[in-house]
């Protein structure tokens, strides 16, 4: 089996893996000023998609282009975050050089979309294709290719331990290489239920003082993660942008979520804003959480909350997920200021950080390749690759971490 990177290989972003010249695992896009492409943009016979976040799908359209036209497989719930994935792209950049797909090639999505429950094994382009459920994000998927020769388990993105929204992955296939991600290969995450009761009794304390809390969150995953934090913890919120589809999507899809009832009272606890004759400013004077995107604060309705809660040091900024070098959200956490809509702006409101992670962290890769130990492992998507495939060749794995470009055959 040949294994060629073409993005997201010492790197988190445009994860992109091309498997024997035919078959394309992810076809993503790494957010930024310019936002960065995989290298390459092959013509394969099929696609599998692992999880619909934008640094794995969001380059999937351009495949569609030409006169070539794959067929794409994906679980129900990645095919229409993929879509609305695709849609705010086109909104934010079409007919710019920045995007790199058209409305029609959008509209070709929904022609070559091949949709796959988990454990369902189907073919692709000469292989055999099975996705098992990888506890990321709901839908997102763990990819065993087969070729008759070879067993590549492609671990996508995926997580260990129950969230709210979707439980931990079991899955553990037998394959002879495993392609593993290693986002968090140097982190420890705080319990999950510690994690939840800092971030709950900070809220109340902030509402009981009369404050507002804004909470930056991504759409996909993470605004119903914290909807579903937040009715437990019977704390009043309002959710804005893109996470309020997104919410009503993912209940259509019961069997994809951990407790489809759960995320139903969430939903009917949460108020969505409609953003008309300027209810968000309204919003701001209400003591209660704001779940909104940016969860980096690069766009989105957060750009309008934030600057009307900064000045006040009652009202506070909990951000709850990773914040990538150079976005707005990281230099907030790290400075106490942010630019927003091209200023910048001091923040006096509180700002606070909480890990609500839905990726494995050390000990959760550690425990999941325990399984793999006689196995080859190839270490992608993170910031430390090369250190981590170090660690584990150290403790008697065969390990490396390829580089985008590198062609393996295993």
Not at 34 to 51: I, K, L, M, N, R
Not at 367 to 387: K, M, P
Request: glycine share 10%; proline share 6%.
């Amino acid at each position: 089996m040949d294994i060629r990177f073409l993005g997201g290989a010492r790197e988190v972003g445009r994860s992109a893996v091309l498997v024997n010249d035919r078959l394309l695992l992810d076809f993503g896009m790494l957010t930024g000023n310019p936002p960065q492409f995989p290298v390459e943009t092959p013509s394969p016979g099929a696609v599998v998609v692992s999880h619909g976040h934008l640094d794995h799908v969001g380059t999937v359209p351009s495949l569609l282009s030409g006169d070539d036209r794959p067929p794409v497989h994906w679980t129900p719930p990645t095919y229409e975050l993929a879509l609305t994935l695709a849609r705010d792209t086109l909104k934010l950049h079409g007919g710019s050089y920045r995007c790199p797909f058209t409305e029609n090639d959008l509209k070709r999505v929904t022609e070559v979309s091949e949709p796959h429950g988990y454990r369902e094994t189907f073919a692709a382009a000469g292989h055999e294709v099975t996705l098992y459920d990888a506890g990321h994000i709901p839908g997102s998927a763990h990819v065993l290719v087969d070729d008759g020769d070879t067993r590549l388990l492609y671990t996508g993105d995926f997580h260990t331990d129950d969230q709210r929204l979707v439980s931990g992955t079991t899955a553990r296939p037998d394959a002879d290489v495993v392609l593993c991600e290693s986002t968090y290969a140097d982190v420890e995450h705080e319990a999950r239920e510690d994690v939840e009761q800092r971030f709950a009794r900070s809220v109340e304390r902030t509402l009981w003082e009369g404050g507002t809390v804004v909470v930056p969150a991504f759409a996909i995953g993470r605004t119903q993660e914290m909807m579903l934090v937040c009715e437990a913890y019977d704390i009043p919120c309002y959710v804005d942008g893109m996470g309020k589809g997104v919410t009503e999507m993912l209940r259509g899809y019961p069997e994809f979520v951990r407790d489809a009832d759960a995320l139903r009272r969430a939903a009917s606890h949460a108020r969505f804003v409609t953003g008309r004759d300027g209810q968000r400013k309204r919003i701001t004077d209400q003591k209660a959480a704001i779940i909104t995107t940016s969860g980096m604060l690069s766009g989105g309705p957060a750009m309008t909350y934030i600057p009307e809660i900064r000045a006040n040091p009652t009202n506070k900024v909990t951000m709850t997920g990773y914040q990538v070098e150079g976005t707005p959200g990281r230099d907030l956490v790290e400075t106490g200021s942010a630019e927003i809509d091209g200023r910048v702006m001091p923040v006096s409101a509180q700002v606070e950080q909480y890990d609500f992670s839905a990726h494995a962290d050390r000990t959760g890769l550690r425990e999941f390749l325990e399984s793999y130990r006689d196995t080859r492992v190839l270490v992608n998507h993170g910031d430390r690759c090369v250190a981590f495939a170090a660690e584990l060749a150290a403790d008697g794995f065969e390990a490396t971490a390829p580089a985008v470009g590198d062609e393996f055959t295993v």
